[in-house]
């Protein structure tokens, strides 16, 4: 499961160094830039993480639907704390660069509250880091997942057909998911086929599906993802599994980073949009002002993880849950 955790590190990576090249402030050549925009689909790999380590989770843990309401409250314990704390120092540093300009500073009270639920497409506002949006993806598939974990066991093959049928609904034609705009975008059906990935995955791993169904299943998702999203979605998909299968070994520098994956994915892009324009004052070449970028968002995200993230995953873990030890007999150690 190393290989995993590596992977949250390296797709935080990817969507750190894609945001940093995007910057007019940096402006790194051409063929660098068009590198980094593939970073934007670290994203993909963190859906496909996410398809793969729930279900996989719910299965440990022998999960059944009236255990529903610990597994919500169990990941709102380990998600939100981090979270809150990067809203609370998106509204500071607005206000402090309001008072340092004189300019008038407003709390929008309904926009932050709607943050907690991650409501904020449903009202029309705007989310404090557009980052946030993944966010809300993620939390509407662990209700998903929570609510029909049952029915994936029993019935894979019409998981993935509603998986891809329901994307085929959400974006009717040739219509990439990339250009959806932002404040649809966090609709889960756009993406559920890559989640679906990640399922069928866990579910070849632990010997739950038939090979045939298996492949079945596999190849009407990725169809779906062809059709409807990017080529490089479509390619993330597809390394982000290959890592998940294949990849043995753990590599320490992408270990810390799977370690801090969450916390560098919440702050970067603060740090990026605060430090970047006061370094464009000075006479710095594109590279050393990627350099620090990157350095203070890591900075940043390490802060964030000892201080709030890992406190919140220890205290979650204490969280009382309605869960059995999976038996030996049904193929997972206890």
């Not at 995993?4 to 050549?29: E, K």
Request: hydrophobic content about 55%.
């Amino acid at each position: 499961m190393q290989s995993v955790h590596d992977l949250r590190g390296l797709a935080a990576l990817a969507v750190l160094l894609h945001h940093v090249a995007a910057s007019a402030y940096v402006a790194p050549p051409r063929a660098i830039a068009r590198v980094a925009e593939l970073g934007y689909h670290g994203v993909t790999a963190f859906f496909v993480i996410s398809g793969f380590v729930l279900p996989y989770s719910l299965y440990r843990s022998s999960y059944r639907l009236e255990d529903f309401g610990g597994f919500i409250t169990r990941r709102f314990a380990r998600v939100e704390p981090p979270y809150f704390v990067t809203i609370a120092a998106v509204l500071l540093l607005n206000l402090l660069v309001a008072t340092i300009k004189h300019t008038p500073f407003r709390i929008d009270g309904a926009q932050v509250a709607l943050h907690a639920a991650y409501l904020v497409p449903l009202f029309g506002k705007s989310w404090l880091l557009s980052v946030f949006w993944t966010l809300c993806v993620e939390f509407q598939f662990y209700v998903l997942i929570g609510l029909c974990y049952p029915l994936l066991l029993r019935r894979p093959v019409l998981s993935a057909m509603g998986c891809a049928a329901a994307m085929c609904f959400a974006t009717p034609g040739w219509f990439p998911v990339d250009q959806v705009a932002l404040g649809q975008r966090e609709n889960l059906l756009l993406h559920l086929p890559v989640f679906m990935v990640g399922i069928l995955l866990f579910l070849q791993r632990e010997r739950l599906i038939a090979p045939h169904a298996f492949w079945v299943s596999l190849a009407l998702s990725l169809v779906v993802i062809a059709v409807k999203s990017p080529a490089a979605t479509l390619g993330a998909t597809i390394v982000a599994s290959l890592i998940i299968v294949f990849v043995r070994r753990s590599h320490p520098v992408l270990a810390f980073f799977g370690d801090i994956s969450y916390s560098l994915y919440l702050v970067h892009l603060l740090v990026i949009l605060t430090i970047l324009p006061l370094l464009s004052r000075m006479s710095l070449g594109w590279f050393t002002m990627a350099a620090i970028a990157v350095a203070a968002s890591i900075g940043a995200a390490m802060g964030l993880w000892l201080a709030v993230e890992r406190p919140a995953i220890v205290w979650s873990k204490r969280l009382p849950q309605r869960a059995r030890t999976v038996s030996a007999a049904q193929g997972a150690p206890a």
